[in-house]
């Protein structure tokens, strides 16, 4: 999920607009296709749906209430981690792909997100 968060503001800034943290209003909705290996197994998720708020600093999953604070944003990459530190994504601002690491009963998640742009406001 760093990824995503990171490609978003690659977006942002090829639109002319910074991502600095003192910017209001910026946000973007990413749709994003992409695999999730856990205990062995891999399965394939189409259409989930990740939001990053520069103005909250936070990126959200799907209709979440409660995003993951961004811990990182330069001219390649965009990174959150979850409050508790249990979940850790980084997106690539350029690509647009994304990868997110959690930890689950004791075994690793891990999800791999192919994302285009779904929607800008400012």
Known sequence: MRYILAATLLI?????????????????????????????????FENSALTVDLSKRAVFHEAEDDGYPITLVDEATVAWMSKDGSIKGRINRATLEALETATLGGLPLVQRYYCKRAARQF
């Not at 991502?19 to 992409?34: F, H, T, W, Y």
Request: proline share 3%; net charge positive; hydrophobic share 35%.
């Open 12 to 44: 942002l800034g090829a639109a002319g607009v910074t991502a600095a943290p003192r910017e209001a209003g910026q946000m973007i909705s990413l749709v994003c296709d992409g695999t999730k290996k856990y205990d062995g197994r891999t399965g394939i």
